[in-house]
Structure formats: structure tokens, C-alpha cells
């Protein structure tokens, strides 16, 4: 006992002794706390058992696989992998169904043990054969569910971490790419893309992106425990693209809804999205006389075909109600969404329609209503989307999408004062500073 004590001492020592860079500087928040270094406390103080040391390696690690159970005190960091369930943990642990059915019904926290997932971590402490200690298994960095043992009784409770936000800010000047340049100021891939989204009605990030271009940027961190956790949402952006600038609020609205909006107050957001597909060719363009493959026969095309893979998911281009959801000869499988008086929107040969979506269900701007198919008179995979104005075809591709309502003055004057002092804030968010700055920082 005396021996595994001063082990594991000199095990704690050793890391003690491991330097504080070997983590990457995204991992460690600004106190120095890292969930790293949880991780690696456990598992070098748990690697080896007294009794193993002087024993062949390969004897070591047979003996690794099957744990050591006669230890007095063990904490046992256990990774679920697929397949596994509480029962076949314990098992692995020697730990008996008897002690597993006495947790289970420790409470009502205790059952949500029941649903362990793949991925989550289970903590346990072990004290004497077939005895816990404690158990916990953290269901995410926020969430976990403790077992303590009291007298001949186990108690449950669960636990939910306060994540704490902060407002970060960050600044870049184009050089290459979008990507370089946002990377370069601090952003994930994912925030560069959600800035990219925010300003894709103002600026087409394909074609028209020139060097000199900047941007800043206000967005949240959430923290946990002074460490971070994730980014959040972006409050305040900026872009100025080819010497005109853009910029985009976040405003919440009474019902909760959470928008943007410039400072003008006029939508970020159009009625509607270009293209119901991601990322699908355009395999047939809007023509007035086009040679139709499976009747033989020259008729018009009333709509544009996007060829993609059966099953890709097929969004609604623009919130609005469903008026036809069914079967129409040629045109298969299909779903017509009503927008407002004026608008619908036709999508046809889907496969299968989307469950959630009902004849009359309401659909929000980009919400999957199916999924590409072939059905009716198709010769391969593909979404035929049609646009039509007061019931006449309009070609989706180069249509004048309309702008999305303004806000109304009385909520307007709200987003003003809401966003006054991100304004002010965004305004002093230097790029050329902020870009030097972060370098000489890496020195
Ligand atoms: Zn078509």
C-alpha cells in the first residue's frame, strides 16, 4: 500500500514536472487550467500496479487489459465505446450485477446511467473488490451524473456547469484567401464560414473577395470553469469588400427569435435562398424550348434541374405553408410551398418526403421538407425546383429574389439601442493593430 502511495506520488510529480506548452495554446485558458491535464493525472497514476513492476512487458500488458482488482483505492477512467453498456463495464471491472442494480435505482438521476453512450466517460472509484466508492459519468463538458456511496446506500445526483460568456473580438486583412486571413486573426473554420453566410447576399465570396479586403468582428466564448468551452455567436461583423463596407448586428427579437440585421435594420436574409440543394450542378437550365429526354419531344422547362445523389436532403428555399404534398404524374413525388400571396416554390421526383412535413405544415428557410429522387418522369436522381410569381414561372436562377421585411420603427428604435455600444466597440477593433499585434504575440 505504502509503495503504490509513494508511486503514485512520484507519478503526480513527474507531471507536475511535464511543461506547461507542451499544450497547444487553444487548450490551455488563460488561468493555466486545462482538461488535458485531468486526463493525464488519471491515467499515469492508474497505468501501473505495485505488484507488476518487476514483471516481463508482456506480462505487463496482459495484466493492463484485465485490471488489477485487489487495489485498495482505484479511480478508473473508463471511454464508453460502441457496443458497451453499464452492465458489460461492470463486468470488465469485476463488479457485480447486484452493485449495478443497487445504483440503478439510486434515484432518478441514477436511471439516466441506463442510457450511457459511446463517447461519454465513466469515472469510477473503487475502494475494495466489488465496492464503489464514487461513480460519475460525465455526459458532456457541461453535464455529469455523481453516485456516492453513503453507509450501505448510493445517493444520485446530477450536475449541470454554468457556462460563462465572453466577448471575444477579431480582425484580419486579406492577403491570399478568406480563409488564410481568417485563420491568421484567430477563427475557426466554422466562424469564417458563419461570416461568410452572414454577408452572402452583400458579397459573392467566390468571384468577388480582393486583396485588401477586411474584416472585424465581435463574438462570444463560453466558458466553463475559467476554461473555454466553445464559441458562440457572432454579435457585431463588419466587411469591407472592395472599398464598401457591410455590417450585420445580432438582434433579438420579443418572441426569442434571434436574427441580424444591418445597422439600418433591413434583414441579413432574403425571402429566399438561391438553390434548394447544397453543393448540387445545375444538370438543366430554365429554357423556353428544350428536348425533353423521356417524353421525346420539344416542350419548354419551366425550372431548373440540380442533379444530386438519391437521398440528398432538398430544403425549403423560403419559409411558408405547404399547399400540395403528394403524388402529380410527371412530376413524381412532390411538395408546392405558398410564400405570402404572391410566391411558390415547386420541388418534384423527390423519393421520400421529409416526416415533419405534413400538406398544410408550416416551413421554415432552409428546413428539409424531402430528398432527391427520380420518381415520375425522370432518367436519373434529381430535383426539378420551380419559382413562380403569381403562378408564372420564373427562371430561379437569376430571378430578383425580394429582400426580406425591414424591421418596424418601433422595434427598430430597440435595435438601436441594443446594439449602440457593439457599434462603438466594433469601431475601435483595428484590423491593421489587431493583425500585428497577434503575430508579435507568437513570438
Ligand atoms: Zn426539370
Not at 162 to 185: D, M, P
Not at 225 to 232: L, S, T
Not at 328 to 333: C, H, M
Amino acid at each position: 500500500m505504502l509503495y503504490f502511495f509513494l508511486l503514485s506520488t512520484v507519478l503526480w510529480v513527474i507531471y507536475l514536472q511535464i511543461p506547461k506548452d507542451v499544450f497547444s495554446p487553444q487548450e490551455v485558458s488563460p488561468d493555466g487550467g486545462s482538461v488535458i491535464k485531468l486526463k493525464k493525472r488519471i491515467s499515469q497514476s492508474l497505468e501501473l500496479p505495485k505488484k507488476i513492476l518487476n514483471k516481463s512487458p508482456e506480462k505487463i500488458n496482459r495484466e493492463k487489459l484485465e485490471p488489477e482488482i485487489q487495489i485498495d483505492e482505484n479511480l478508473i477512467e473508463h471511454k464508453v465505446i460502441i457496443g458497451e453498456s453499464l452492465a458489460s463495464i461492470f463486468q470488465k471491472y469485476a463488479l457485480s450485477p447486484q452493485l449495478l442494480h443497487k445504483i440503478l435505482n439510486s434515484g432518478k438521476e441514477a436511471k439516466k446511467l441506463a442510457k450511457i453512450k459511446p463517447g461519454q466517460t465513466l469515472k469510477i472509484l473503487i475502494n475494495q473488490p466489488n465496492t464503489i466508492k464514487e461513480l460519475e459519468l460525465v455526459l458532456s463538458p457541461i453535464q455529469s451524473i455523481k453516485i456516492t456511496k453513503n453507509g450501505s446506500e448510493f445517493l444520485s445526483e446530477g450536475f449541470l456547469k454554468n457556462t460563462e460568456k465572453r466577448l471575444s473580438s477579431a480582425a484580419g486583412i486579406i492577403e491570399s484567401s478568406l480563409f488564410v486571413a481568417g485563420q491568421k486573426s484567430g477563427l475557426s473554420d466554422a466562424q469564417i464560414m458563419e461570416m461568410a453566410t452572414l454577408f452572402g447576399w452583400d458579397i459573392d465570396f467566390a468571384l468577388e473577395i480582393r486583396s485588401g479586403d477586411k474584416f472585424r468582428l465581435i463574438y462570444e466564448e463560453e466558458y466553463i470553469d475559467g476554461e473555454k468551452y466553445k464559441n458562440g455567436a457572432i454579435l457585431a461583423a463588419e466587411f469591407i469588400n472592395k472599398g464598401k463596407s457591410y455590417n450585420a448586428f445580432q438582434f433579438t427579437s420579443d418572441n426569442g427569435e434571434v436574427n441580424y440585421y444591418d445597422s439600418e435594420g433591413r434583414s441579413k436574409k432574403r425571402a429566399f435562398i438561391r438553390t434548394p440543394i447544397k453543393f448540387a450542378r445545375v444538370s438543366s437550365r430554365f429554357s423556353k424550348r428544350r428536348w425533353h429526354p423521356v417524353l421525346k419531344k420539344w416542350r419548354p422547362h419551366k425550372g431548373v434541374d440540380y442533379a444530386a445523389p438519391t437521398g440528398t436532403p432538398i430544403r425549403a428555399t423560403g419559409a411558408g405553408k405547404v399547399i400540395f404534398r403528394g403524388w402529380k404524374s410527371g412530376y413524381g413525388r412532390l411538395i408546392i410551398v405558398q410564400h405570402g400571396g404572391v410566391y411558390t416554390t415547386v420541388y418534384a421526383h423527390m423519393s421520400r418526403f421529409s416526416k415533419k412535413v405534413k400538406l398544410h405544415s408550416r416551413v421554415k428557410q432552409g428546413q428539409t421538407i424531402g430528398y432527391v429522387g427520380q420518381t415520375g418522369l425522370a432518367t436519373g436522381p434529381h430535383l426539378h425546383y420551380e419559382f413562380r410569381i403569381n403562378g408564372v414561372h420564373r427562371n430561379p436562377l437569376t430571378v430578383n429574389l425580394p429582400k426580406a421585411e425591414p424591421l418596424p420603427r418601433e422595434i427598430f428604435i430597440n435595435f438601436q439601442r441594443q446594439i449602440k455600444q457593439l457599434a462603438l466597440r466594433l469601431e475601435k477593433i483595428s484590423a491593421h493593430d489587431y493583425f500585428v499585434k497577434k503575430v508579435s504575440d507568437k513570438r
